[in-house]
C-alpha cells in the first residue's frame, strides 16, 4: 500500500502542474473570473477520469497478461515523453481547449477534458495498469493510488489557481514555468522507474 500510495502522489503531482489544456483553463479562467472559477476548473478531473478509467479497466480484461510488461513500458515511455515537454516548456494546444465562454467554469473544463486525448492515453497505459496491478495485491492498495493521484492531481492545480489569484500575472508566469519543469521531471523520473520495473519482471 505504501508503494500504491507514492507512486499515486509522484503521479498526481507532477500531472497537476504539467502544462497542458486543464491547467491552462484552471489560469485562464482564475485570471478571468477569479478563484472560484479556477477551483472550479481543476476539479474536472474528479467528473471525467472515473469513466475513463473504468472504460480502460474494461479494456485491459482482453489484453493477454504477457502484454502488460510491454504496456507499461510504454506507458513508462510516454510519462518520460511528457516529462521532457514540460521541462522545455512545451505546452503544445490540444483539441480539449474550449473557449465558449458561456459554459461554467466547472463545465467547460469538463468538456476540455473529454476531448482532450492525454487522460485516455494516461489511464490506458499508466494509470489503469498500475490500479489493476495495485487491486491485484489487495483493495486497499488501489485505493491508496486512486486517493492519493486524484488529491495531488486536484489539489495542485486548486493551489496553482489560489497562486494566480494571489499574485500578480506575471510573477505567477515565472513561477509557473519553475514548477512546470520541476514537475516534468518528476515525470521523467516516475516513468523511468514504471518503465525499470516492468522489465524487471514487477508488472
Known amino acids: 500500500m505504501g508503494e500504491s500510495l507514492l507512486v499515486g502522489v509522484s503521479l498526481g503531482l507532477g500531472a497537476g502542474l504539467t502544462p497542458g489544456p486543464i491547467t491552462a483553463l484552471v489560469v485562464a479562467l482564475t485570471l478571468e473570473r477569479g478563484l472560484r472559477a479556477g ?3 481543476a476539479c474536472a478531473p474528479l467528473v471525467t477520469d472515473g469513466p475513463i478509467l473504468l472504460l ?3 479494456a ?3 489484453f493477454p497478461q504477457e502484454a502488460y510488461s510491454a504496456l507499461a513500458v510504454a506507458g513508462g515511455g510516454y510519462l518520460v515523453l511528457l516529462g521532457l515537454r514540460a521541462v522545455r516548456g512545451e505546452a503544445p494546444r490540444e483539441a480539449g481547449e474550449v473557449r465558449e465562454v458561456r459554459l461554467g467554469s466547472l463545465r467547460r473544463a469538463v468538456v476540455a477534458n473529454f476531448l482532450n486525448p ?3 492515453l494516461f489511464w490506458s497505459t499508466v494509470g489503469g495498469p498500475l490500479v489493476r496491478e495495485a487491486w491485484a495485491r489487495s ?3 488501489a485505493v491508496a ?4 493521484f486524484f488529491a495531488l492531481l486536484v489539489g495542485s492545480k486548486a493551489a496553482l489557481a489560489w497562486a494566480v489569484a494571489a499574485g500578480s500575472r506575471r510573477l505567477t508566469e515565472a513561477s509557473h ?3 512546470g519543469q520541476l514537475a516534468g521531471w518528476l515525470l521523467v523520473l516516475t516513468g523511468l522507474l514504471l ?3 516492468a522489465v524487471g519482471g514487477g508488472l
Request: hydrophobic share 55%; net charge positive.
Open 177 to 179: 514555468r519553475r514548477l
Open 56 to 58: 480502460a479497466l474494461w
Open 195 to 197: 518503465a525499470a520495473r
Open 60 to 62: 485491459l480484461r482482453f
Open 139 to 141: 483493495p486497499g492498495a
Open 39 to 41: 477551483a472550479q476548473a
Open 145 to 148: 493510488f486512486l486517493v492519493s
Open 118 to 120: 492525454s487522460p485516455y
